[in-house]
């Protein structure tokens, strides 16, 4: 599988207004993009620090995987995402190596990537988010 740049670093949080406010005041950060993705009930927010994006996710939903996590354990680290040159054969070749795949598929993300996820107990603890520009 090749790897091309993290993508992005998931952060959970609670209250994505008093998040972002926090990385732009503190930090010195720009947000510059808000986007709901209904299906994965979830609002994110970017900011850029060099080529590397930090996304943070609030749950738009008492039930949805983000709320789940922040009650699991709290707000903070999430994901990391990587981009990968090809979605399907990334996750062909996990599959193939034994590593226990989310998605099957690739489906729809934020900023219009096609994204598909790594199980954490097959990345040593690590929720693992592939990521591929659609063409």
């Not at 959970?12 to 808000?34: N, Q, T």
């Not at 099957?104 to 097959?122: C, D, M, T, V, Y």
């Amino acid at each position: 599988m090749r790897l091309t740049k993290v993508e992005h670093i998931g952060i959970a949080v609670k209250d994505l207004e008093k998040s972002i406010k926090f990385y732009e005041e503190v930090f010195g950060l720009k947000c510059y993009k808000i986007e709901e993705v209904e299906d994965q009930k979830v609002k994110t927010a970017f900011l850029k620090i060099g080529d590397t994006k930090i996304e943070l996710l609030e749950s738009t939903t008492s039930d949805g995987p983000i709320a789940k996590h922040i009650e699991k354990r709290g707000e903070g680290f999430h994901h990391i995402a990587y981009a990968v040159e090809n979605l399907r054969e990334a996750l062909a070749e996990a599959d193939s190596q034994g590593i226990q795949l989310i998605d099957r598929e690739p489906r729809k993300g934020a900023e219009g990537l096609n994204i598909a996820f790594l199980h954490p107990k097959s990345t040593h603890g690590v929720l693992t988010e592939l990521c591929e520009k659609p063409e």
